[in-house]
């Protein structure tokens, strides 16, 4: 099971701070990620964070995005920084699809930066 929070609207620089609580060994055992959908589009890959901690990120949120996780929480954070207008739309977490297929998304969590 997947939870998802601490969307909501911010200006275009402001900060959010989004957390995904997680529940079952696969998203213990496995790379976990965040996925931005932005409205009309498909679900991209943002980043990136091993079980042991070591991040990566994708695209234009390397610098500005900050992947962590808290094994024992069993949860994911999203630290969001100098957010644009193109950061808006639905992220959800989940494991790295790249290496584990699953057929599951939680709900996600709405982030709106106006243009």
């Known amino acids: 099971r997947l939870v998802e929070s601490g969307g909501g609207v911010v200006q275009p620089g402001g900060s959010l701070r989004l957390s995904c609580e997680y529940s079952?060994?696969?998203?213990?055992?496995?790379?976990m990620a965040w996925y931005h959908q932005a409205p009309g589009e498909q679900r991209e890959l943002v980043a990136t964070i091993t079980p042991g901690g070591t991040a990566a990120w994708r695209g234009s949120v390397e610098g500005r995005f900050t992947i962590s996780r808290d094994n024992a929480k069993r949860t994911v954070y999203l630290q969001m920084n100098k957010l644009k207008s193109e950061d808006t739309g639905v992220y959800y977490c989940n494991v790295d699809q790249r290496a584990v297929r699953l057929n599951y998304w939680g709900q996600g969590t709405q982030v709106t930066v106006p243009s």
């Open positions: 079952g060994d696969i998203f213990a055992r496995n790379n």
